[in-house]
């Protein structure tokens, strides 16, 4: 999915947009960081479990670890879509603050997709290996469709829109499948007061920025990073957007891993 955004901004724009954009994609991909380190933990996990026949606790592993995907990531999220010229014109200078909505919009997609990605273990884990094969045809076939018809509308902009729809949509794809073969999905009520907490924190950021940090320096990115990343623990922690579960699950994996390390 991340070869056809690329591809054709280079055969229908220029260089220097293929350059523009190369700076918005890997930064929004830092959002793959939390699925990939977690999924070290949950496939295992959710294939013993699933051997054991352990429906109830392999229902609680697969929500639990989805929901840290997601609070990781809509930190991010925030940041994303709260400083995106900060991030760009900090990491690659100046001449780049162009594709700050870009990256606001990669940074929505790859958000739902890498959330909605935890889905794709489940299909491992039932081994359904050639669903993921189809799934993912058909997302690129997608991808090329609307990359064609919004690069030649909008340029880097439209590159950034068809790669997330794209990859939302694949994501979406693996998840309506795992329901499908083990009757769970990765929601619970508590996503409520996770999407709350980073509302909240975020309204409060977007205001600090507004009024006081203007400039798009390094001392002031660090600091407004700072600032939406601390207030959104707060208000995880104010809200409640944990459970009792998230401690025990970690604290297991992590004595697991001692032992067999030991």
Not at 19 to 38: D, E, H, V
Not at 163 to 190: D, M, Q, W
Request: charged share 15%; net charge positive.
């Amino acid at each position: 999915l991340f070869w056809a955004d690329t591809l054709f901004l280079g055969y229908i724009k220029t260089t220097k947009e293929v350059g523009l954009y190369n700076a918005a994609l890997p930064t929004a991909q830092l959002m793959s960081l939390a699925t990939y380190c977690i999924s070290f933990i949950s496939v295992p996990l959710l294939t013993r479990i699933y051997n054991q026949k352990n429906k109830e606790l392999f229902k609680k592993v697969y929500q639990t670890t989805a929901r840290w995907v997601f609070s990781i990531n809509l930190a991010l999220l925030l940041a994303f879509l709260i400083m995106p010229g900060h991030i760009i014109t900090t990491i690659f200078g100046s001449e780049y603050s162009s594709v700050a909505l870009t990256l606001s919009l990669l940074g929505a997609g790859l958000f739902i997709g890498y959330f909605l990605w935890r889905s794709i273990e489940v299909l491992y884990v039932f081994d359904k290996t050639k669903y993921v094969l189809y799934n993912t045809v058909i997302a690129g076939i997608l991808s090329i469709i609307l990359n064609y018809i919004l690069i030649l509308r909008y340029g880097v902009l439209g590159a950034g829109l068809a790669t997330g729809i794209s990859f939302s949509i694949l994501g979406l794809l693996n998840t309506i499948e795992a329901y499908y073969l083990s009757k769970n999905l990765p929601f619970t009520k508590i996503y409520f007061r996770v999407v709350l907490a980073a509302v909240v924190a975020g309204a409060i950021s977007f205001f600090i920025k507004r009024k006081f940090l203007f400039d798009q320096s390094l001392i002031n990115t660090i600091f407004l990073s700072l600032i939406i990343l601390g207030l959104y623990i707060i208000c995880l922690f104010l809200f409640r957007g944990y459970e009792k579960e998230d401690k025990e699950l970690l604290m297991q994996e992590i004595g697991r891993f001692k032992k067999n390390h030991s």
